[in-house]
Nanobody, 115 residues
Framework: QVQFVESGGGLVQPGGSLRLSCAAS????????MGWYRQAPGKERELVAG???????NYGDSVKGRFTISRDNAKNTVYLQMNSLKPEDTAVYYC?????????WGQGTQVTVSS
């Protein structure tokens, strides 16, 4: 059974940084294409960044140049380094497969950017 557990969120001032982690269960993690998603209040969940099993990455236009997705297959973990945070980055952040499966959504981690 696959399970994803997100951590690392918090309250940060505009311009600050956070590093999110997504710990995954399952022996096939290294071949999964993974994504970080976010959902702000009153908005649809959106894909923020994705990474293939081989390490190729892609980003949403709103986070390009500020966020970096990476993975450590030995630790079954995907990371999201978020720099130059803006109030509009405030959301609950989730990880899932790049083609998400409903049953795999976790609790997410709250990121709040505010002065």
């Amino acid at each position: 059974q696959v399970q994803f557990v997100e951590s690392g969120g918090g309250l940060v001032q505009p311009g600050g940084s956070l590093r999110l982690s997504c710990a995954a269960s399952g022996s096939l993690f290294r071949i999964y294409a993974m994504g970080w998603y976010r959902q702000a209040p009153g908005k649809e969940r959106e894909l923020v960044a994705g990474i293939t099993g081989g390490g190729d990455t892609n980003y949403g236009d709103s986070v390009k140049g500020r966020f970096t997705i990476s993975r450590d297959n030995a630790k079954n973990t995907v990371y999201l380094q978020m720099n130059s945070l803006k109030p509009e980055d405030t959301a609950v952040y989730y990880c899932n497969l790049l083609i998400p499966i409903r049953a795999y959504w976790g609790q997410g981690t709250q990121v709040t950017v505010s002065s």
